[in-house]
């Protein structure tokens, strides 16, 4: 089956523009996740969506960063006003429920802000 | 606050030359820990998960251990292909949530010659 999808796989943008990162789940996945890889760093935690509300955005780095999911499936990573330091792999996942199980990984977006 | 440190940061092998890569964590209730394996410019791929002190679990030529306070993902005779990033991660109560969280560690990476 489908796995996780993301789009677009690569994006280039000048400071101060605006990006949307897309994020297609698992059919079936009630839960959804974004996490930020910055080069040689680990997976930080951006926000978990439950259907289609969002319990935890305590991941976003500012009010630049923005997300919705709609139809309990598609989401959508907004970032305005991009800087330099929002270089990096945005990577999504979804899982079966929100609770233990298992978190299936997208194959990122890689940002590059110049 | 959850944390976890994985260690080496980078590991170099013989190809059969076994070793074991460490993952220690503290956390407020560990609900799950998770071992994953991200190739270059791919997203995570899941290998196992562990939810008790003295669990283990195999897949092929690896075998992840977990105690209270770290796990371990053992490599035996490893081949060229194993050659990846390997991050693990853990899910805990942590603020009272009922959701999946990930930490994530800044992972080891692993290169295996021929």
């Known amino acids: 089956g489908a796995g996780v999808s993301q789009s677009p796989s690569n994006k280039v943008t000048e400071k101060g523009k605006d990006v949307e990162l897309r994020c297609d789940p698992i059919?079936?996945?009630?839960?959804l996740y974004w996490y930020r890889q910055r080069l040689g760093q680990g997976l930080e935690f951006l926000i978990y969506?439950?259907?289609?509300?969002?319990?935890?955005k305590s991941g976003l780095p500012s009010d630049r960063f923005s997300a919705e999911r709609t139809g309990e499936s598609v989401s959508t990573l907004t970032i305005q006003r991009t800087q330099q330091e929002d270089s990096a792999v945005y990577l999504c996942?979804?899982?079966?429920?929100?609770?233990?199980?298992?978190?299936?990984f997208g194959p990122g977006t890689r940002l590059t802000v110049l | 606050e959850d944390q976890v440190t994985q260690s080496p940061e980078a590991l170099r092998l013989q190809e059969g030359e076994s070793s074991s890569l460490n993952c220690s964590y503290t956390?407020?209730?560990?609900?799950?820990l998770f071992w994953y394996r991200q190739d270059p410019g791919k997203g995570p791929e899941f290998l196992f998960t562990?939810?008790?002190a003295g669990e283990e679990k195999e897949k092929e030529r690896l075998k992840a251990t977990l105690t209270k306070k770290e796990s371990f993902l053992h490599i035996t005779a490893p081949k060229p292909e194993d050659s990846a990033t390997y991050l693990c991660?853990?899910?805990?109560?942590?603020?009272?949530?009922?959701?999946?969280?990930?930490?994530f560690g800044q992972g080891t990476i692993l290169t295996v010659h021929p």
């Open positions: 991660a853990v899910l805990s109560n942590a603020g009272g949530t009922s959701y999946g969280k990930l930490t």
């Open positions: 562990l939810y008790s």
């Open positions: 059919s079936g996945h009630t839960a």
């Open positions: 956390v407020s209730g560990l609900r799950g």
């Open positions: 996942a979804s899982s079966y429920s929100g609770i233990n199980n298992e978190q299936f």
């Open positions: 969506f439950q259907g289609n509300s969002a319990p935890d």
